[in-house]
């Protein structure tokens, strides 16, 4: 894990209200914490968040959890009964964010909506994450990253060309939503610093997916261009693919630069290939890539991973190896970089997850603990703020807490 620095962490002092669930809003909370501010996670007493029982468990105990929950305090808190929305709106009058994403009007409905939250806290910015953004047709229709990943046309390109639509087998918009969101935060929280004034953010997670897709409504807008499946391959240059070694490994080849193309094909034995005049651009090469694929391949099957691997850096040339989690765990960039990290958790033990996801170089984030247990720090959170032993025992006997 890296190492605490002597100087406070950048969101030291950033107190932020994770009332979300699954993943999108809980990601932003999670980088906002990985970076020091301190984050309290709210879920329903009986009902906790879903991810903590998402994918594989040891001993009972959800792993999707231990990433998503890190840097997290975990308190219980009915929000639709009267004595839940009393203690919410006093730790939203302590907070610098909220983080929720519920559909749109359930805090209205609990009359937790942005002029109760604003009046106790005007300084406070409210994250709110849903599906589709606050208003239009679809607002209050149920909405996950699946239907964002197919909605924003990257289904309709991705797969092989004569092959259905394919969607991501992880949560991709949602942890796109998740980064957006984390960013929308810093931004509302920058213009308080000379407003004097909280805001709300509206973050639809249809709308960064569609923003990382790239120019394609502009090249529909400009000339009805709809990019179509092509599997590995690209449009705006070749070779751009993946390719099998002779031991039975795959490596990917990308030509993004001209200079890059024109080493590949000298290495691979083909320089002949770069006179040609279509060679000259990437558009031109992408028209030619069933020619390009086959030198590229043929070179790469006759070579082990490792020769091929070795014979690209000489050359300087772009490939790498496609690998899984086993190869990512071992693999030496990673491992330099701490990429994945070691955390220490009272309930598993060391546990090896992703590290925070950007370095600083003087007030660098870390990773303090794993997800925590549910509820587990709702007594020490409540009496906090102001609430007796006593008080906190009612909330428990109502079923608040």
Do not use: C
């Not at 840097?71 to 907070?95: C, E, Q, V, Y």
């Not at 960064?208 to 807008?221: E, K, R, S, T």
């Amino acid at each position: 894990m890296t190492a605490p620095s002597a100087r406070p962490a950048p969101l030291t002092g950033l107190r932020v209200l994770d009332l979300a669930t699954l993943f999108a809003g809980p990601i932003a909370a999670t980088m906002l914490g990985d970076f020091g501010a301190e984050v309290v996670k709210v879920e329903h007493p009986t009902r906790p968040d879903p991810s903590r029982g998402h994918g594989p468990s040891k001993d009972g105990v959800g792993l999707w959890w231990k990433v998503l929950g890190r840097n997290k305090r975990a308190i219980t808190l009915d929000l639709s009964r009267p004595a839940g929305r009393t203690t919410l709106l006093r730790l939203a009058a302590t907070a610098d964010v909220i983080v929720e994403n519920f559909r749109p009007g359930t805090l209205e409905r609990w009359d937790l909506g942005w002029d109760e939250l604003s009046a106790v806290n005007p300084r406070l910015v409210l994250a709110r994450v849903t599906g589709f953004g606050q208003f239009g047709p679809y607002a209050h229709r149920p909405g996950f990253g699946t239907l964002a990943e197919a909605m924003s046309g990257f289904a309709a390109m991705t797969g092989e060309p004569d092959g259905p639509p394919t969607l991501p087998p992880f949560g991709l918009a949602d942890s796109i939503a998740g980064l957006a969101t984390a960013y929308a935060v810093m931004t509302a929280l920058a213009a308080r610093e000379r407003t004097g004034e909280g805001q709300v953010v509206d973050m639809a997670i249809i709308e960064p997916m569609l923003m990382v897709l790239g120019p394609q409504p502009l090249w529909y807008d400009q000339l009805g261009h709809v990019q179509p499946r092509t599997g590995n391959r690209s449009q705006n240059n070749a070779p751009r693919n993946t390719y099998r070694t002779a031991d039975g490994t795959w490596v990917a080849v990308s030509t993004s630069a001209q200079s890059v193309a024109e080493r590949v094909m000298r290495l691979v034995g083909r320089p002949e290939l770069t006179d040609e005049p279509w060679f000259a651009t990437g558009a031109g090469r992408a028209r030619h890539a069933d020619v390009l694929d086959e030198a590229v391949g043929d070179w790469i099957a006759r070579h082990t991973r490792a020769e091929v691997l070795a014979a690209f850096e000489e050359a300087e040339a772009a490939v790498a190896p496609v690998q899984d989690v086993r190869d990512v765990m071992a693999d030496p960039q990673y491992r330099a970089l701490d990429t994945v990290t070691t955390v220490d958790d009272p309930e598993l033990g060391p546990l090896r997850m992703q590290n925070v996801l950007f370095r600083l170089s003087a007030t660098p984030g870390a990773i303090r603990w794993a997800g925590r247990p549910h509820g587990a720090d709702t007594e020490e959170v409540l009496t906090e703020l102001g609430l007796t032993p006593a008080d906190v025992k009612g909330l428990r006997e109502e079923g608040v807490v």
